[in-house]
Every structure is written in C-alpha cells, then in structure tokens.
C-alpha cells in the first residue's frame, strides 16, 4: 500500500498480532555455519549463513503467513483478495518447511518450547537494581583496596588511613 491509501489501511488489533511478532527466538545452534547452493540461468550461487539465520527466516516466513491468514478474517477479505492472501500463506509456508527440514529445525516443537516458557512463573522480584548495587560496590571496594596497597607501598608496607575506606576511617593499626 502506498500512503493514497493510508485513509483505507485497516487498523489491525494490536494485542492479536503482537503475540504472532514477538515471540523469543531459540539462541541453540546460532553459530553453525550452513551453506546454501542455489542455481538460477546464470549457474551455481553459494550463501554463506549460520543456522540461527536460517531459523529467523523459517520463523518470519511461518509467522509472516499466519499474520496473512489471519488478516483474511479481520479485513473480511472474500473472493480474489483472499484467494491471493491464503495462497502466499501457504506458499511462505512450503518455502519455511524446505527450509526448516535442510537444516533440521521444526518450528512447531520450537513453538511448544516457547509456549511452556511463557507458561513458568517469573520472578516478581526485580534483581537488576540489586545486582547493579552490587556491582557498584564491588567496584568501590576494588578501587579502595587498589588505593590502599598503593599507600602501603609509598609508605614502606605500613598501613596508614584512606580517604573513603570501609569503616570509620580509622581503620590503620596503632602502634
């Protein structure tokens, strides 16, 4: 659709299609090279991907031909328009299941994993502000320990007080 159209573009129920675009991708296998041959009139092309490419692209196709079928309902398409939306569904589809079997991936099984995840109990607790502290901390106390071996070793290995050390900052020994 070009933006003549914008005025006749439906507007498409978000929390009915965001669930068919948003799903988590399975991060198994990402790395593994694959190599695709592909003849056409001019010879052999080679394509040099990995196998989590593969996998985005079976999953786009497959969730690109849902989001086709379902449309046929919401747009009430009927006769050549839906004829023409279920056929490129079905298509994307035979082209995601050659895909899919070349390189071993089953999208339904992958689906079924993902629905069992969104299915567990998350965590209420938000441990990213807690684990940055954390992290904050560690980093202080890091940093003051470096400072307090660099005081040792100008003084001649005798501890003495730094500014900000845990505590009072009385912690050097008296003698």
């Given amino acids: 659709m ?6 006749e573009r439906p507007n498409l129920p978000r929390e009915e299609y965001e669930l068919v675009v948003s799903r988590p991708v399975d991060l198994e296998f990402m790395g593994t090279e694959v190599i695709l041959s592909v003849f056409d009139i001019e010879g052999d092309h080679e394509i040099r991907t ?8 079976v999953n786009a196709l497959r969730d690109y ?11 009430d398409l009927h006769g ?3 004829i023409k939306y279920e056929f490129h569904a079905e298509k994307l589809c035979e082209i995601a299941d050659k895909f899919q079997t070349g390189i071993g991936y089953d999208y339904d099984a992958a689906m079924e994993q993902c629905e069992k995840r969104k299915g567990k109990k998350h965590r209420e607790e938000d441990t990213g502000g807690e684990a940055m502290t954390m992290g904050l ?3 202080q106390q890091a940093a003051e320990a470096k400072a307090r ?3 040792e070793k100008e003084s001649g290995g005798k ?10 900052g009385s912690w050097a020994e008296d003698v």
């Fill in 2 to 7: 070009d933006d003549n159209n914008a005025a």
């Fill in 50 to 57: 990995c196998y989590g490419d593969i996998c985005k692209t």
């Fill in 65 to 75: 031909s849902r989001i086709l079928t379902m449309v046929c309902d919401t747009w």
């Fill in 80 to 82: 050549f328009h839906r």
């Fill in 137 to 139: 901390l560690k980093a």
């Fill in 149 to 151: 071996k660099a005081a």
């Fill in 159 to 168: 501890p003495s007080p730094v500014k900000d050390a845990p505590g009072d």
